[in-house]
């Protein structure tokens, strides 16, 4: 239904997106998930022919939208990040302007009366759109786009600014309004993406960094070829280190070991990277049974999508290529901020690798962590400082 062919958009010297290809089937709600900046209403305003596009190429249901301007939009409904509304305008007055522009055939009244009931913006229809609230007023411009039933809706960002109500109110229409159009949505909030979507396009810096189902982008990158250890060596000492990293790293389909932290006092942690076939947590338990050392915690590193999302879009050095798989050689790295919201954990002691395909970057990249909490904390505050701005204008709604 939509095809996208090497899309990028520069502005002067900067790059807002940078060749970027995905397809959309029929009846599909696709989610593009990306944080502020990443080029998401770029791409729509290319998608939906709003601007044009440096290179590249957009189809939509078979026409290129640059070429045949007219009958690729007819396909389409937009809702842009700043709704197009004439405040000064009764809804009703409105929508009915929205129904002339876009030429729409079918029955006025009974048409602009079922966009109204579906977006649930009947008992304002009368009122100016200067006077409803944020709420309100998305709706009043989903409403829009809707009109003359078109099988293509894109919105952009359509719960900014809303309060948890009202979030809820959108998603459960978008949901709705899945079944009969095919939809794209963008967003900055991974719950939401994950709540409406089928399908997530993660774009990151004007890039798609991944592309498919969340279970789906979660399984290329999650390393479920990794764990964590805590093993109670015999002395207490620095000692068990070597011994217990080198004793692990003999066993079959063990890649790598390194010995971590001593997290309890003569204690260490110990991650262990398999070749991603065998299953070594058996021969792990059988070595420690017979050598007599106790193992206090396993812990697979699974990565959950928000985890991905976080690499993906707070790291400098992210390598795309580690979720499309095309690479085999991971190189995540996340930075700690300057104002220290990503925090790199403090290593006791040097840690010591035993195995052959660890390099300093990959070290580096291992020993840092990033805290969640704080992280959403972060994007909590961005979000704060957006709404707070928004409902400055939009005060003084009915809801
Ligand atoms: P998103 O919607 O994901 O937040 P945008 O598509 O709005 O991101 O922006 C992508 C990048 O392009 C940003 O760095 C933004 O500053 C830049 N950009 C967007 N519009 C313009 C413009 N009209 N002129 C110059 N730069 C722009
Ligand atoms: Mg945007």
């Known amino acids: 239904m939509i095809e996208v062919r090497n899309l990028t958009k520069k502005y002067g010297d900067k790059v807002a997106v940078n060749n970027i290809s995905f397809k959309v089937e029929k009846g599909e709600i696709l989610g593009f998930l990306?944080?502020?900046?990443?080029?998401?209403?770029?791409?729509?305003?290319?998608?939906?022919?709003?601007?044009?596009?440096?290179?590249?190429?957009?189809?939509i249901d078979g026409t290129d939208i640059l070429e045949d301007p007219k009958k690729a939009k007819a396909n389409i409904?937009?809702?842009?990040?700043?709704?197009?509304?004439?405040?000064?305008?009764?809804?009703?007055?409105?929508?009915?302007?929205?129904?002339?522009?876009?030429?729409?055939?079918?029955?006025?009244k009974a048409h602009i009366k079922d966009v109204?009931?579906?977006?649930?913006?009947?008992?304002?229809?009368?009122?100016?759109?200067?006077?409803?609230?944020?709420?309100?007023?998305?709706?009043?411009?989903l409403a829009q786009a809707l009109i003359n039933n078109p099988p293509v809706l894109i919105l952009d960002e359509p719960t900014v600014g809303l309060d948890p109500n009202q979030i809820i109110?959108?998603?459960?229409?978008?949901?709705?309004?899945?079944k009969r159009h095919t939809v794209i949505l963008s967003s900055h909030i991974l719950p939401e993406i994950q709540a409406v979507c089928d399908r997530i396009i993660i774009i990151n810096r004007g890039e798609v960094a991944a592309d498919g189902t969340a279970?789906?982008?979660?399984?290329?990158?999650?390393?479920?070829?990794?764990?964590?250890?805590?093993?109670?060596?015999?002395?207490?000492?620095?000692?068990?280190?070597?011994?217990?990293?080198?004793?692990?790293?003999?066993?079959?389909?063990?890649?790598?070991?390194?010995?971590?932290?001593?997290r309890e006092k003569g204690i260490y942690d110990y991650d262990v990277?398999?070749?991603?076939?065998?299953?070594?947590?058996?021969?792990?338990?059988?070595?420690?049974?017979?050598?007599?050392?106790?193992?206090?915690?396993?812990?697979?590193?699974?990565?959950?999508?928000?985890?991905?999302f976080l690499k993906i879009t707070m790291d400098e050095g992210f390598d795309r290529n580690e979720i499309s798989g095309r690479k085999s050689k991971p190189k995540i790295s996340i930075k700690a901020g300057e104002n220290g919201k990503l925090r790199a954990?403090?290593?006791?002691?040097?840690?010591?690798?035993?195995?052959?395909?660890?390099t300093d970057e990959d070290t580096?990249?291992?020993?840092?962590?990033?805290?969640?909490?704080?992280?959403?904390?972060?994007?909590?505050?961005?979000?704060?400082?957006?709404s707070a701005a928004e409902n400055e204008e939009s005060n003084g709604g009915e809801e």
Not at 88 to 94: G, I
Not at 348 to 356: C, I, L, M
Not at 364 to 386: F, I, K, N, P, Q
Request: include cysteine; charge should be negative.
């Open 345 to 358: 954990e403090q290593e006791a002691d040097e840690p010591e690798t035993f195995g052959e395909d660890m």
């Open 34 to 59: 990306g944080p502020n900046g990443a080029g998401k209403s770029t791409t729509m305003n290319m998608l939906t022919g709003y601007i044009s596009s440096t290179a590249g190429q957009v189809l």
């Open 215 to 262: 279970d789906e982008i979660a399984k290329n990158i999650t390393n479920k070829h990794k764990m964590t250890l805590r093993i109670e060596g015999p002395t207490h000492t620095a000692d068990d280190k070597k011994l217990i990293a080198g004793a692990i790293r003999n066993l079959a389909g063990v890649k790598y070991v390194r010995a971590d932290m001593e």
């Open 77 to 108: 409904g937009y809702l842009p990040e700043i709704p197009p509304l004439y405040i000064d305008m009764t809804v009703d007055a409105y929508l009915s302007f929205m129904y002339d522009l876009k030429k729409c055939k079918l029955p006025r």
């Open 273 to 308: 990277e398999t070749d991603g076939k065998t299953d070594v947590r058996r021969a792990i338990n059988k070595l420690c049974n017979e050598k007599g050392w106790n193992i206090l915690m396993l812990q697979l590193s699974d990565l959950t999508l928000e985890d991905i």
């Open 169 to 178: 109110e959108i998603r459960t229409l978008i949901k709705k309004l899945g």
């Open 116 to 141: 109204c009931n579906l977006c649930k913006i009947e008992d304002v229809r009368g009122r100016l759109i200067k006077n409803l609230s944020k709420g309100y007023r998305q709706r009043v411009g």
């Open 364 to 386: 580096a990249a291992e020993e840092e962590a990033v805290s969640e909490e704080e992280t959403a904390g972060e994007a909590e505050t961005a979000d704060g400082e957006e």
